[in-house]
């Protein structure tokens, strides 16, 4: 059995979050961008898996399932979050997308905090869907059947959430990529 109900004894749910953990750390990592909030992330997911364990009811795989409460708990934080910076007036830049450069260069550095703002507040911009989406295919190389299921919609929905994700951030990216109409991404 691969379902959590199975999981009854201490060494068999370690078997579970050891199987699971590294692919929700990934995911709640590059929702957030910050390492202690997606270690958070992933023991919030196992808490509340088992709490709802009765919930489970396989139409989806529980690695499925897992990444849903998961991306779920991940766009909670992001958006009590915002609501605290908005309550704040605060305008700390998201840290999430912060390029790495192999050798930077002044220039470079600048050329990559300025892409890394763009991007940070282009996908804040993206709805929860678009941005769960985008992240899904785009960072973890999700297909898109797994994530309309996680998602709960048909795979044309998450196929098409994935592509306005895309093509958002291909217009905010534009200034500093040289995006142009004929530069295509695969979706």
């Known amino acids: ?33 910050n390492e ?3 270690e958070d992330l992933v023991q919030e997911t196992f808490m509340k898996a088992w709490k709802q364990r009765a919930r ?8 499925t399932w ?46 990559s905090d300025e892409v890394s703002g763009i991007l940070s507040s282009a996908l804040a911009e993206l709805t929860s869907l678009e941005r769960t989406a985008f992240v ?13 299921t996680t998602l709960g919609v048909q795979s044309g929905a998450a196929k098409h959430s994935v592509f306005r994700a895309v ?5 905010a990216l534009e200034p500093v990529a040289g995006f142009n109409k004929s530069t295509r991404v695969k979706v």
Do not use: W
């Open 1 to 33: 059995m691969d379902g959590i109900e199975a999981i009854g004894s201490r060494s068999e749910f370690h078997a579970l979050v050891e199987r699971h953990a590294r692919p929700l750390y990934r995911l709640a990592y590059r929702m957030t961008g």
């Open 136 to 148: 899904m295919r785009h960072y973890d190389g999700v297909g898109i059947e797994e994530i309309a």
């Open 66 to 111: 897992l990444h849903r409460i998961c991306a779920n708990c991940s766009l909670d934080l992001l958006r009590a979050r915002k609501r605290r910076q908005e309550a704040n007036g605060d305008d700390a830049d998201d840290p999430m997308g912060r390029a790495a450069t192999e050798a930077p260069s002044p220039e470079r550095l600048t050329l």
């Open 56 to 63: 489970f009811d396989g139409r989806a795989s529980l690695g």
């Open 167 to 171: 093509q958002k951030l291909r217009r």
């Open 36 to 38: 202690t909030d997606a």
